[in-house]
């Protein structure tokens, strides 16, 4: 019941990125667009340093497990950062053994037909403002892009296809049909 009385940390924003910290909601503006959260349910104090060019976040008379809410909530800023800078993208790949699993994407949803051979269509939403879309088959083959600038969206909307393609009721050691990630990386490289 240890309780520190004052914890700090800093986080320095980029030259080609604009914040606004308002009442704990923070707003980040880049080339890429505009992203925005609210951080109002965590109790520490976020205030943006204009001489210094950071973004300070304390934290009075907390213990340790409030303490490490510092560092989660800068790593969320940082996050936004990167996303209004260069982007998210993840490419998921199908797997299958015998039976070819069909993906289509259809305005805001990614449909999954034939997986395991089964004539049940599973259906998910694709999450913000993430475009999903089927890379060519002259390019790669089996392969579903998610891109986006809110990380959050687009690694919810890649745990959500993979978890609509879980095998059930069978050997997973046999049966490693499904839609994986097969790599995490930025739109534009730097």
Known sequence: MVRTIKSSQTLVIP???????????????GKRGTLSRDFTHVP????????KGVIVADLWFGRQIQ?????????????????????????????????????????????????LGEKYVRRVNVLGDTIAKRTENNVTKDELTLEGNDINDVSQTAAAIHGACL????????FLDGIYVSAK?????E
């Open 15 to 29: 030259k080609d990125v604009e914040v606004t910290v308002d009442r704990r909601v923070v707003t980040v503006k």
């Open 44 to 51: 520490i104090n976020l205030v943006k340093d204009e001489k």
């Open 67 to 115: 303490i490490a809410t510092i560092k989660t909530v800068l790593s969320h800023i940082r996050n936004m950062f990167i996303g209004v800078r260069v982007g998210f993208r993840y490419r998921m790949r199908f797997a299958y053994a015998h039976f070819p699993v069909s993906v289509t994407v259809e305005d805001r949803e990614v449909a999954i037909r034939n997986f």
């Open 167 to 174: 095998v059930k009721r069978k050997d997973i050691r046999k």
């Open 185 to 189: 990386e930025n739109i534009v490289e």
